[in-house]
C-alpha cells in the first residue's frame, strides 16, 4: 500500500541550494553523457579494428629468459576480441629462431593493452618482428 | 492531520513553499545512495557488464539511457512523488536521479580500477552509462522506499484513493521497473545463453508454464505487503489479466535488455525466443513481485 511514508516529500516544500545544485549537476553530468554519445555515434566507427604492434626492449628474467614487452593499440573503430598477437626471433641469416604468442581478450577501440612474451634464446643476437595473426569481431 | 491536509497545504502555498532543511534532503540522497548500490552492486562486480559498455554501439547506448530515463519518470510520476506533482517536478527529480547514478557508477567503477585516465573516452563512457541506469533507478526507489518512520509520517495513514493513482499506467510502470531491476542483474552472464541452448523445447514451454505459475502465486496467494493496494489498483491488474499481462511486461523487457546486451545478434529466432523465456522467470519475478513491493 502506498503510504505517504514511503514517497518523497519532495514536492510538499520547496527546493532548497543542495537540491538545486545536485539538479544542475546532475543535468550537466546527463547532458554531457548524452552529447559525447551522439559525437561518438556521428563520428561513425564502422571501419574495422587496426592494431598496431609495437615491442619494448628485452630484459633478462631471474630464470634465464628474455621478457619482451608487447604493446598492441587499436586505432580503429571497432573492438577486436582474442587477439592474437605473435612475436618472432628472426637470426642474423634472416631465418626463424624461436617465436612466441600471446592472446589479448578484448582490445577496444582507441585503447591501448600491454602484455609480454618471453624467449629462450637472447633477442640481442637476432631481430625481433611482431605481427597481429587475428583476432574476433565480437 | 492526514495526507488531504498536507494536499491542501501545498496547492495553497504552491511553488513559493518554505525551502525544506538540508538535513532531510541530505537523508533523502542517503538512502537513494544506498538504494543505488543495493540493487546494483552485483552489476558493478560483473564482467560481461564493463564489456558491455565497450561493446555496445553509441545508439545502442542512448536508447539505454532512453528507457531508462522513461522508467525514472513512469516511477516519480505514480509512485515516487506526490499524486499532484507536475510532470515539471517529476523531471527535474528523474534528472537528479540519472545525474545521481552517473556520478555514482562512475565512482565506482574508479574505486574498482575499471575505467582510468589512460582508457579511451569511448570505453569509460560505456562503461559507466551500462552501470549508470540501474544505479539510477535503484536511487529512485530507494528515496521512495526506504524511509524509516522517523521520517514524520505515519505509515498507517494510507490514502483511500491511492489504488486509483495512475491506475493501469501505475501497474504497468512498477512491473516494468521490477522486471528491469531483477532482470538486468541475471541478462548479462554468459549463463543465460548456455541454458538456453542447452534446454529441451518442453523445457523451455515448462519454464513458461513456471513463470506464470510463480507470478499467480505472488499475485494471487502470497498476500505479499502492498497486494492489497494492487487489488484497489484495479480488477485488470488482478486475478488472471494480471498475471499474463505481468508474464507479458516480463517477456518484452527480457526481450529489450537482452537485444541490449548484443544476446541477439547473429542468433537463431528460436534461441531468441528460448533466451527470453529463459530469462523471463528473473523478469518474472520482477514484475510480480516488484508490482506488489517497489508501491
Redesign the interface.
Known amino acids: 500500500m502506498t503510504s505517504p511514508a514511503k514517497r518523497k516529500p519532495q514536492a510538499r516544500e520547496g527546493k532548497n541550494p543542495l537540491e538545486w545544485a545536485v539538479f544542475w549537476v546532475g543535468l550537466a553530468l546527463l547532458l554531457a553523457t548524452v552529447g559525447a554519445l551522439v559525437w561518438d555515434a556521428v563520428r561513425g566507427a564502422d571501419d574495422p579494428p587496426e592494431l598496431a604492434v609495437s615491442l619494448g626492449a628485452p630484459r633478462r628474467t631471474a630464470g634465464g629468459t628474455h621478457r619482451v614487452p608487447v604493446v598492441v593499440v587499436n586505432r580503429g573503430g571497432e573492438t577486436a576480441a582474442g587477439a592474437q598477437i605473435e612475436v618472432v626471433l628472426l637470426g642474423a641469416d634472416g631465418g626463424e629462431r624461436e617465436r612466441a604468442e600471446v592472446v589479448l581478450d578484448y582490445l577496444p577501440r582507441g585503447s591501448r593493452r600491454e602484455a609480454e612474451v618471453f624467449f629462450r634464446a637472447d633477442p640481442a643476437g637476432g631481430r625481433l618482428a611482431a605481427r597481429v595473426v587475428g583476432y574476433q569481431l565480437p | 492531520m492526514g495526507?488531504p491536509e498536507?494536499k491542501r497545504?501545498?496547492r495553497r502555498d504552491g511553488?513559493?513553499?518554505?525551502?525544506?532543511?538540508?538535513a532531510?534532503?541530505?537523508r533523502?540522497?542517503a538512502r537513494g545512495v544506498i538504494g543505488g548500490f543495493l540493487f546494483s552492486l552485483p552489476l558493478l562486480y560483473t564482467m560481461e557488464v564493463w564489456?558491455a559498455g565497450?561493446?555496445a554501439?553509441?545508439?545502442h547506448?542512448?536508447a539505454y539511457?532512453a528507457v531508462g530515463f522513461l522508467l525514472l519518470l513512469g516511477y516519480n510520476r505514480y509512485?515516487?512523488?506526490?499524486e499532484?506533482?507536475t510532470w515539471g517536478?517529476v523531471c527535474?527529480?528523474a534528472?537528479?536521479?540519472?545525474?545521481?547514478g552517473?556520478?555514482l557508477s562512475a565512482a565506482a567503477l574508479w574505486l574498482l580500477g575499471r575505467i582510468t585516465g589512460?582508457?579511451?573516452?569511448?570505453?569509460v563512457?560505456g562503461k559507466?552509462?551500462v552501470e549508470?541506469v540501474p544505479v539510477a533507478i535503484g536511487v529512485s526507489v530507494g528515496?521512495?522506499?526506504l524511509?524509516g518512520?522517523s521520517?514524520g509520517?505515519?505509515?498507517?495513514?494510507?490514502?483511500t484513493a491511492?489504488?486509483a493513482?495512475g491506475g493501469w499506467w501505475s501497474e504497468l510502470v512498477l512491473a516494468a521497473g521490477g522486471a528491469v531491476l531483477l532482470g538486468s542483474n541475471v541478462a548479462p552472464t554468459e549463463e543465460v545463453l548456455v541454458i538456453a541452448n542447452e534446454l529441451a523445447p518442453w523445457k523451455v514451454l515448462l519454464l513458461v508454464a513456471v513463470s506464470l505459475a510463480l507470478a499467480a502465486v505472488i499475485l494471487r496467494f502470497s498476500d505479499l505487503?502492498?497486494a492489497?493496494?494492487a487489488r484497489e489498483a484495479g480488477a485488470l491488474w488482478h486475478g488472471a489479466a494480471g498475471v499474463v499481462a505481468d508474464y507479458g511486461v516480463a517477456l518484452v523487457c527480457s526481450a529489450f535488455i537482452l537485444w541490449f546486451f548484443?544476446r541477439f545478434a547473429g542468433t537463431a529466432p528460436a534461441l531468441c525466443v528460448a533466451q527470453t523465456v529463459v530469462l523471463g522467470v528473473p523478469a518474472t519475478m520482477g514484475a510480480a513481485g516488484g508490482r506488489l513491493l517497489l508501491?
Open positions: 495526507a498536507v497545504r501545498h511553488r513559493r513553499a518554505a525551502p525544506r532543511p538540508v532531510v534532503s541530505l533523502e540522497y564489456w565497450f561493446l554501439e553509441p545508439l547506448l542512448l539511457l509512485l515516487g512523488l506526490r499532484d506533482s517536478e527535474i527529480e534528472v537528479e536521479e540519472m545525474g545521481l552517473i556520478a589512460a582508457m579511451p573516452l569511448s570505453e563512457l559507466v552509462v549508470s528515496t521512495a522506499q524511509s518512520p521520517s509520517d505515519d505509515p498507517d495513514k494510507g490514502m491511492e489504488g493513482r505487503a502492498g492489497p493496494a548484443g508501491r
